[in-house]
């Protein structure tokens, strides 16, 4: 078993196996990524928490979908729990001291509880992880008094996505099929993951520039009561793309308006509708997508952008 650190009221307890070390001087301790780092100077964090996933996996000898209790009994998480609460999920101490407990937003989406999951898991691997509560939170969620590291939280999120769909199987699913929001949907299904995260991962990992991009109907914050129209709501990407504004609205008539009012496209189109400079021709797949929110059902548009090349080949970044 892995080291998994944490604090009691006086000294600091270190596990690994079925052996328990107290020290008394916290400074004598590194993380497990502060150890790696040491190992390999030079490598990048991302890099390092990818090579930190990749060595647990072998470890457990797990395959997708990845059993997210396995992973987190082998991290010292007793229970995960599943509560009615703000915030995605937590990491804390359980009771008296006795190991770890995560608990999930019980109204997320399955796929969703297991990144977050696997993101609580990753602060275990991280420095200063003493066993203080670690919480994944929207924006103005995070409870009052608690601490917020940006680039600690993107790492955890790296190495979640790398947890959730290892590397290595998801290139080799990528390998011959068409970047399409059908594809998606078979990968998120294969990996227990949500549709988002997997077509991240696809951008993340696919050796063509792709863009993901959701929709939806609203105004802007500068001019909060006009009427709403359809505009990007977020965006993820992979390559060197045109920047890709939030707000910014689409084309009447255009790929995104057309799947708005129902219409599946799947088709190659010259985009000039979301940035200042025209992306190029492009592959795009889109559809829209109703969900159930606290204000009832709402609807977004999903797309799925790959580029194109000038001899119609999906293009490499």
Known sequence: MKSVLFQEQRSTLFLKGNEVQFFENRSEMLS????????SPGRSDAAVVVAMVQETLRDLDLSPPVDHNIVASYRGVLRIDYADHVWAGYIAPAPYDAGLVISVRSSDPWGRQRFTIFHEVLHTYMQGFYLQPQYRCEPGARPVGTEHDPELEALCDQGAAEMLMPREAFLADLEGNSLNLTLVDDLADRYEASRAATASRICALSPSKTLYVSFSEMSTPRDPFSPPKLRVESCFSRGDWSYVPRFKSVKPGGVFDRAW???????????????????????????????????GVQMRVKALITQIDSVGRRGAS
């Open 261 to 295: 009012n129902g219409e599946l496209v799947d088709e190659t189109v010259y985009l000039d509708e979301l940035t200042r400079n025209p992306l190029g021709w492009a592959h795009v797949s889109a559809r829209r997508s109703d969900y159930v929110s606290s204000e």
């Open 32 to 39: 497990e990524f502060e150890q790696m780092h040491a190992a």
